[in-house]
């Protein structure tokens, strides 16, 4: 596949997934061999069902989840995507109470793709900026970053 | 399709990982601007040097593995695990040394102009690593 239709197919799980919900479109974009590597809460699968699961209660806990594309590179089967994730918890999320406040953190994403599906994912949220924003850390003192 | 930005981040990358300073100065303009939480009170090549040094005070036995290197045009990224031993303290966490082992990873966007580096966008995994160093309870997300 080309590069091109890898950015596309990226752009459509942001599109479909991230803004309109649609968990069809996981089932439809995510492969039946994907493998995630982002460190999950204990008892969360790392494939394809445990990404279904998470989308789920994605889209219970924060009904306007929403998600900005700020960047995609491509470069053979993997894709590269910078983007701006949003929302309100309204409900509970992974052990976190419902705060009823809104966030807004980056989140930094890379996909291979095979067979027009992501297969793989690796991935880092700006969880720290989410808590504090949801009132669930006291600010960061500010001090260690790297580069 | 985004070579010449690869190898200039690969070269980057390797400098870190071998704690070769010097060599970064010219791969990285002194004033380039980093999208990186908590780097808005230590700007510039010389702050990002600043923070390498205190990682190092933190895990002296640091090491980084180059995980990933792509780009296209003038953009590249780069995915990098770091493990170490908290055998120095991170006092700016309030974390005082207790060896406890760190292996985490940060996924950095690099975009060049004229063959250097002049714009940055991190996310490190903090919450693994303040779990893994004992300063802050249990997985949550």
Redesign the interface.
Known sequence: MSEQANKDNTARFYEEVFNKHSIEAVDELIHDDFREHVVLPPGMSDDKKGALTLFEQWFAAVPDLAATIDDMIASGDKVFVRSTISGTQTGEFLGMPPTGKSFSIGSMDIVRIQDDQAIEHWGIQDTMAMMTQLGLMPPPAGGEHDH | ??GASVDIVRRIEEA?RDDDLDALDGLIAEDFS????????VPGLSG?KM??Q??LQ?FPDRQNHIQ?I???GN???A?VR?TGTNTGG?P???IPANGAKVDI?????FRLEDGKVVE?????????MMQQLGAMP????
């Open positions: 399709v985004g870190w980093a999208h990186t939480p908590g780097s808005e009170d990002a923070a390498h205190q990682s933190a990933d792509f780009g296209e953009r590249a990224i995915r770091m991170l700016w966490f309030g990873e940060w996924i950095t966007e940055t966008w991190a996310q490190m995994d903090l919450p693994t249990g997985p949550t997300m």
